[in-house]
C-alpha cells in the first residue's frame, strides 16, 4: 500500500510539473541567452525520484546558465525542499550517518551521509540568515525579558587551530570557542514559592563563532526581535568572564547586571579554602555564613571580613587570594541577591549553562568530531532554529510557498 501510493505520488507531481500553463517566474530568453528545452533532471521528492524536465537558459558570453522551474521549486541541486529540510532536521539532531540511517527507517528516503552533509553545508547560512530577518509579530507588552550569554569550546580540525593559543601543555588549542545567546521572558512567579517562572516555549537562541564584539550585535538584535523595546524590565545575566560584562556594557546599558549565583558560590568556595584552609571545618563554616550573607545583600561585609582575614595571615607567597577578594569587590553591584529575589527574578545562569549543552554540546562536542568553522556554524544555525522553536517559521521564509502557482491537477 504504501509503495503504491508513493508511485501515485510521483505520477501527480509529474503531471504538476508538466502543465503547459505553469507559471514559472524567469522563464523567458534574456538578451544573448540561448534556451535548450526538456533538459531532465531525477529530482528526488518525498514520494522518491521524479523526472523534472525544463527549459535551461545560457548566456555564452557569461558562461553561465540557469534553470528558472529549478529556481521556483527551490530545489538544492537535485533535492526537493521538503527532503533537505527532513534530512537537516536530521542532521540537527545527530551525526551525518546516524542522520541517514534515521531518515531513511522514518520515511523511506536514501540519502547518503556525505550527500546530507553536503546539504547542510548548502542551506546551513540560509537558516542562519532567516534566523537573523526573522520578525516578531507579537504586540503584547513583556513584564521581564532576559539575556543570557556564555562560550563553549568546540573541537576544530588542524587548520583551524593554527597560530591559535591554548590551555595545552604547550600552550595549543584544540578548540575554538562557540559563543551562545538565549532570550527569554518571564510573566510571572510561582504562586507557591515565590521563584521566577519562565515562560513555557519562550527561549531563542543565536549562535556563532564571531569575536565578542560582533557576538554582542547579534545577541541585542536578536532581544530586539524579541520585544525588548515594550519590556517593563530587561534582566542580563552573565558569569564572571570579562567579555560577558563588556558585551553587556555596550549593547545593554539599561539593562538589569546579575552576575550568576551559582558561578559566585564556587568563587566563595575557593575562597574561603584558601583563607582558612582546605577541607578545614572553618573553611566550611564560614563558607555557609558569607553564602546567607550574600542573599541578604551584604556582599559589602563578606569583602571587609575576607580582607580582615587575610590581613591576619601575613604575608603570602602570592597575590591568588586578593585576586579572589578583588572579583567580589569588581562584581558586587551584580550580587544584590535578596533584592533580585524580591522582586521575582532569575539570579542563575542556568539557562545558557544548560543551552550550551543541549544547543553546542549534544552535537557538536561528541566524541572523535572535529570540526572546520564554516561546518560548524552550519550545524549551529540548525540547531538554534530546532531548539529555539523556530524551525518551521526558518524554513517557511526559506521557501516561499506563494513563489511558484500551481493549477490542481484533476
Not at 507559471?23 to 533532471?41: C, M, N, Q, Y
Not at 546530507?116 to 553545508?121: A, K, M, Q, S, Y
Not at 550550551?356 to 568553522?373: D, N, Y
Request: aromatic fraction near 8%.
Amino acid at each position: 500500500m504504501r509503495q503504491a501510493l508513493l508511485k501515485d505520488g510521483r505520477l501527480l507531481l509529474e503531471q504538476l510539473y508538466a502543465q503547459t500553463d505553469l507559471s514559472i517566474p524567469e522563464d523567458a530568453s534574456r538578451r544573448g541567452e540561448k534556451v535548450h528545452t526538456d533538459r531532465a533532471l531525477p529530482m528526488h521528492t518525498l514520494f522518491g525520484v521524479v523526472e523534472l524536465r525544463r527549459n535551461y537558459y545560457y548566456a555564452p558570453e557569461a558562461g553561465a546558465g540557469r534553470f528558472p522551474l529549478d529556481d521556483a521549486l527551490g530545489l538544492v541541486g537535485s533535492f526537493s525542499p521538503a527532503v533537505v529540510r527532513l534530512a537537516a532536521r536530521a542532521a540537527a539532531r545527530e551525526g551525518y550517518e546516524a542522520a541517514s540511517q534515521d531518515l531513511a527507517a522514518f520515511t523511506g528516503i536514501q540519502i547518503e551521509g556525505r550527500q546530507i552533509h553536503r546539504l547542510v553545508n548548502q542551506v546551513g547560512a540560509k537558516v542562519a540568515s532567516a534566523l537573523e530577518d526573522g520578525q516578531n509579530t507579537d504586540c503584547e507588552a513583556i513584564p521581564i525579558l532576559y539575556t543570557e550569554v556564555d562560550g563553549t569550546g568546540v573541537p576544530m580540525v588542524a587548520d583551524e587551530l593554527a597560530g591559535r593559543k591554548g590551555k595545552q601543555e604547550d600552550g595549543s588549542s584544540k578548540t575554538r570557542e562557540a559563543k551562545l545567546g538565549a532570550v527569554f521572558t518571564q510573566t510571572g512567579v510561582d504562586n507557591e514559592t515565590g521563584l521566577a517562572v519562565r515562560d513555557p516555549q519562550s527561549t531563542t537562541y543565536v549562535g556563532s563563532f564571531e569575536t565578542a564584539e560582533e557576538f554582542g550585535a547579534r545577541i541585542r538584535h536578536e532581544a530586539i526581535r524579541r520585544g525588548s523595546g515594550r519590556a517593563g524590565k530587561i534582566v542580563f545575566l552573565g558569569d564572571g568572564a570579562a567579555w560577558i560584562w563588556e558585551l553587556a556594557r555596550v549593547n545593554f546599558p539599561t539593562a538589569i547586571l546579575i552576575l550568576d549565583f551559582y558561578h559566585v558560590l564556587e568563587r566563595l568556595h575557593e575562597l574561603c579554602q584558601g583563607l582558612y584552609g582546605e577541607q578545614s571545618p572553618w573553611a566550611g563554616r564560614m563558607e555557609e555564613r558569607w553564602k546567607q550573607m550574600l542573599k541578604g545583600d551584604q556582599v559589602a561585609d563578606v569583602i571587609t571580613e575576607a580582607r580582615r582575614r587575610l590581613g591576619g595571615l601575613g604575608k603570602q607567597k602570592d597575590d591568588s587570594l586578593e585576586k579572589q577578594i578583588a572579583f567580589f569587590e569588581n562584581q558586587k553591584s551584580r550580587m544584590l541577591y535578596k533584592t533580585y529575589r524580591d522582586q521575582g527574578l532569575f539570579y542563575g545562569s542556568g539557562v545558557i549553562e544548560a543551552g550550551c549543552k543541549a544547543v553546542i554540546g549534544q552535537r557538536l562536542k561528541e566524541s572523535g568530531m572535529f570540526w572546520t568553522e564554516s561546518g560548524a556554524s552550519c550545524v549551529l544555525a540548525l540547531r538554534c532554529a530546532l531548539k529555539g522553536n523556530r524551525w518551521d517559521e526558518c524554513w517557511d521564509r526559506i521557501n516561499d510557498s506563494d513563489y511558484l502557482k500551481i493549477k490542481a491537477v484533476a
